[in-house]
């Protein structure tokens, strides 16, 4: 039907542009919750409507049922607004009725949606750079600025699976650019892994570094009409010229590792069944929130939930890796997110990861079967 096609590409749409949080931020609390209990009621009721449903078993679920379980335990703040209770229901909506979303969607279809939302990056530093958390740095409708390199590395990843060549150019310039001026070094860092896995699988893709080196040349071409970061664009600018190692410097700052150290003792404290829910998502005690998926469930919900997690995209890595030479686009999503995981906590309130992470599932299903019966 119809209707349900629209549903889903709709239900793509609130999650990969991250509608939800861009409204609660920009507009008001209200269009936020609104548009949060849109995309639920959208996809509880996708999943009724799907006439062709199947099993909805993933391990998604149970790390939902474990981290949101062993969280609860030292969860001690005063829940006044059943604010647990809600992110709770919203991730096992997500991870249950959207395995069959994930199941129907294709791959140029998530490139499209993407591709459109890393425009909303490059509109964001164009003509509204006011409207960025970290002025300097756009971010579009992901507000932070590595969300938005994740989202662009992401559609770069998925571009080597569109067979339309000039398509798939055109998009690559776009995530390209649109990474660039994210300013994020996880980003740039990523993109070239992926470009040399590239050209390991195909000789012909040698010639793709050039999207790279078209992209900066329009970063320093708009350089004096866009609000840039100065100390990122002059780290980048003396990377590219090959000098000036103090300005190099600025990309060093601030590091991760600085902040993840913060909460090690945190995490050695209570290692089996954590700190409770958001007490590593928080800003408290002059700490500034874990930025680093992998801790937050460690530290919040315990080592039990934390292994399940490592298990779950540890398999997913070496499943992709071993159909690479096919589908190369399935373990480039995949590295994309085990890596982008170490720089962010949102894992469980902003769904894009955790629905990109169902769709490769299901994708290395679909393909595991096709290849039993053949």
């Known amino acids: 039907m119809f209707i349900i096609q629209i549903i889903r590409v709709f239900i793509l749409i609130l999650v990969l542009w991250n509608i939800p949080a861009y409204l609660l931020y920009y507009f008001s609390p209200s269009l936020g919750s609104l548009s949060s209990y849109l995309t639920s009621a959208l996809l509880i009721g996708y999943y009724i409507l799907d006439n062709r449903r199947e099993g909805i078993s993933n391990p998604f679920i149970l790390i939902g049922l474990l981290f949101y379980t062993f969280s609860s335990f030292n969860y001690d703040i005063i829940d006044v607004d059943n604010y647990f209770l809600k992110e709770f229901l919203r991730f096992m909506i997500v991870v249950s009725c959207g395995t069959i979303l994930a199941r129907r969607t294709n ?211 070496l499943k992709s890796w071993g159909v690479f030479k096919d589908t190369p686009y399935l373990f480039n999503i995949t590295l994309i997110l085990v890596i982008y995981m170490m720089t962010g906590h949102t894992y469980f309130q902003n769904f894009y990861m955790v629905l990109l992470s169902m769709f490769v599932f299901e994708s290395l299903k679909l393909k595991m079967l096709s290849n039993t019966k053949l």
């Open 107 to 317: 791959f140029k279809e998530i490139y499209t949606i993407l591709a459109l939302g890393s425009l909303s990056i490059i509109v964001n530093a164009f003509f509204y750079p006011e409207a960025s958390l970290v002025m300097g740095r756009a971010a579009g409708f992901y507000l932070n600025a590595n969300a938005a390199g994740a989202i662009c590395v992401l559609g770069y990843g998925i571009s080597y699976s569109i067979s339309n060549k000039q398509m798939r150019l055109i998009g690559q310039l776009l995530f390209t650019f649109a990474g660039i001026i994210t300013f994020s070094r996880t980003f740039i860092v990523i993109w070239t892994i992926i470009t040399i896995f590239s050209i390991i699988r195909n000789k012909k893709n040698i010639l793709v570094p050039i999207i790279g080196v078209f992209a900066f040349a329009l970063l320093f071409s708009f350089a004096e009409e866009l609000t840039l970061s100065k100390e990122r664009f002059s780290a980048i600018q003396s990377i590219v010229d090959g000098g000036n190692s103090r300005n190099i410097k600025a990309l060093q700052e601030d590091s991760r590792q600085d902040t993840w150290a913060k909460y090690y003792n945190m995490i050695f404290d209570k290692p089996l069944f954590g700190h409770g829910f958001t007490m590593f998502q928080r800003k408290t005690n002059n700490l500034p929130g874990v930025h680093n998926t992998y801790l937050m469930i460690l530290g919040e919900a315990g080592i039990i939930p934390f292994l399940l997690f490592i298990f779950i995209y540890s398999k997913l890595l």
